[in-house]
């Protein structure tokens, strides 16, 4: 037999290791399954350097005590260790997270008055974070501009708390502004307007039967004797309606006095809160990304941020810059009134103002109120006003409002007419207003997983 090799031979067979000690004991025979773990190098240095035969019989005897490889506990246990299946786990995991929501939703259906009733009371809770997070999502662009553009780059201030503290203190002194404006000057010729127009209440129905009276006598085929009836019936209500509303004028701001004493502390506590958001909304938004990075894959925190930013930027660029233009037309109707001198100049130019938030359609539906008043009055100034309206609608619709809102929903106007039609059947007023930047998030939001789906699938579509 051929002599053993000075180092162990790895095989993925059985391998025979022979020594000097062949001569005095006959064959020793040392079998060491390599799958099983790697041969104690200890006993085969041994058996090598082995010369004497007492030396070669305790080295035959250490291997024969020596247990087998194959069967130490360890080595078994290692290989039938057991590793989880991280695809079934998910699957489990999904399972569990599906049955706690079907039964969470179904509680809800269940209790549902007991939900109600704890969701007040919750928002009743929350409410005064609740109004400062609006106070501060509203005042935020105007404080921005305040500190980047006025302190920074007109004033050349760097950078400081001081230059934002002073940014705030202006922001909230302007929004003061213009509420106690709107309460001495603005409300007041409202009341008066409404109260004026309810003591001409009488002359404007006659000037309505008489020119019904004209219709009749020049289109004898048109029955509008109804008509004239029902107007003649509804007039001791329309007056008793417009002194009703104007009596309760005093009563009504009374009332609203005494909840506003009540919600003082509400209202201050919003207040206060909203002007730290506003201070810290650096901290806020660094604390937002801490948490976002904290558990989330680093892509996929920084696509949510990016997208939250973009959703943010057309939701509160379309609000801000709507209230801005809608403002400006406001201004402008009221300046074209007095001009004129039309009637009931404030009251009409707030409604065209208001209305105004409500794209497309807004214009139109303002000038409906003030039409219809001039045609009782004098026919002539209903077409000068519609004209009026006409002519400041276009102004905003090819000039004003591209400068100031731009592109900022990126919806064409089947859109906005979806939104403005879905969200004023469900919200009203509101809804029509606020329905255009929502579709207009959302539209943003499916458009980008559209496309991440198209680059997936190395997909182009122009």
């Known amino acids: 037999m051929k002599k053993a090799d000075k180092k162990p031979h790895h095989s993925t067979h059985l391998f025979k290791k022979k020594n000097h000690a062949e001569k005095q004991f006959g064959p020793i025979e040392i079998i060491i399954p390599v799958d099983a773990g790697r041969p104690n190098p200890s006993t085969a240095e041994t058996l090598e350097e082995a010369n004497s035969s007492a030396e070669a019989e305790s080295v035959r005897q250490a291997a024969a005590s020596e247990p087998h490889p194959a069967a130490s506990p360890e080595t078994s246990s290692d290989n039938y260790r057991w590793f989880p299946n991280r695809k079934y786990f998910t699957i489990c995991i999904y399972a ?257 103002g208001v209305t105004n938030m409500i794209p497309y359609f807004g214009p139109f539906i303002g000038a409906v109120p003030g039409v219809v008043l001039y045609l009782c009055i004098d026919p002539v100034q209903a077409v000068l006003f519609g004209f009026m309206i006409f002519v400041l609608q276009q102004f905003d619709g090819w000039f004003l409002g591209p400068k100031i809102l731009g592109n900022s929903t990126g919806l064409t106007p089947l859109w906005v007419i979806f939104a403005i039609t879905v969200g004023g059947s469900y919200f009203g007023v509101l809804g029509m207003f606020l329905g255009v930047p929502v579709v207009a998030v959302i539209a943003h939001l499916c458009s980008k997983w559209l496309d991440r789906r198209l680059k997936k699938r190395d997909i182009k579509i122009r």
């Open 96 to 352: 569990l997270f599906l049955v706690a929501a079907s039964a969470l939703i179904v509680y809800a259906i269940v209790n549902l008055p007991t939900l109600k009733t704890w969701f007040k009371q919750l928002l009743g809770i929350l409410s005064p974070f609740l109004v400062a997070f609006f106070i501060a999502y509203i005042l935020n662009p105007l404080v921005k501009r305040l500190d980047q553009q006025l302190f920074g780059d007109l004033l050349h201030w760097k950078p400081s708390t001081a230059r934002l503290l002073l940014s705030l203190v202006l922001s909230y002194l302007a929004v003061i502004g213009l509420v106690t404006v709107a309460l001495l000057y603005v409300f007041p010729q409202i009341g008066t307007s409404i109260m004026d127009l309810t003591n001409r209440i009488p002359d404007l129905v006659a000037a309505i039967i008489e020119f019904i009276e004209w219709l009749e006598l020049h289109f004898p085929e048109l029955n509008l004797n109804k008509l004239e009836e029902y107007l003649t019936m509804s007039v001791p209500d329309l007056i008793a309606y417009g002194t009703s509303l104007v009596k309760n004028v005093v009563p009504v701001i009374v009332n609203v006095g005494v909840r506003i004493v009540r919600l003082a502390i509400n209202l201050l506590l919003a207040i206060v809160i909203s002007c730290y958001m506003l201070f810290d909304k650096r901290l806020l938004a660094r604390n937002a990304c801490r948490l976002l990075y904290a558990f989330l894959p680093p892509a996929k925190a920084k696509s949510f941020t990016q997208t939250a930013s973009e959703c943010n930027q057309i939701f509160s660029g379309f609000i801000v810059g709507k209230s801005i233009d809608s403002l400006i037309i406001g201004i402008l109707c009221f300046i074209l009134m007095t001009i004129f001198r039309f009637p009931y100049a404030v009251l009409l130019s707030v409604i065209v």
